[in-house]
């Protein structure tokens, strides 16, 4: 299994950015994949998910109405588009999933978002 992401970068305030995680080793449109974000010195916290079938998503409070993660089955990819980015957006961001009980992490990219 592996996850690999990218997209990440500087962007000012108010400013979009949108993540990919690139998937293989599994068969993808069976499994829900999760975006996740760590900024320093803080816990790893969940950003968002999305199920298998349907497309149905789910995500964090703080994110909500900003963020959204789509995912392409053909392409075994899942976005992450963000919208209205905030300083306090500034993380580095994993793509998640869990597969036979096993967790599993892209390396994680970098977001800053600053003037």
């Known amino acids: 299994v592996q996850l690999v992401e990218s997209g990440g970068g500087l962007v000012q305030p108010g400013g979009s950015l949108r993540l990919s995680c690139e998937a293989s080793g599994f068969t993808f449109s069976r499994y829900a994949m999760s975006w996740y974000r760590q900024a320093p010195g803080a816990e790893r916290e969940l950003v968002g998910l999305i199920f298998n079938f349907g497309g149905t998503s789910n995500y964090a409070n703080s994110v909500k109405g900003r963020f959204t993660i789509s995912r392409d089955n053909a392409k075994n990819t899942v976005y992450l588009q963000m919208n209205s980015l905030k300083p306090e957006d500034t993380a580095v961001y994993y793509c998640?999933?869990?597969?036979?009980?096993?967790?599993?992490w892209g390396q994680g990219t970098q977001v800053t978002v600053s003037s």
């Open positions: 998640y999933a869990k597969i036979a009980l096993k967790d599993y």
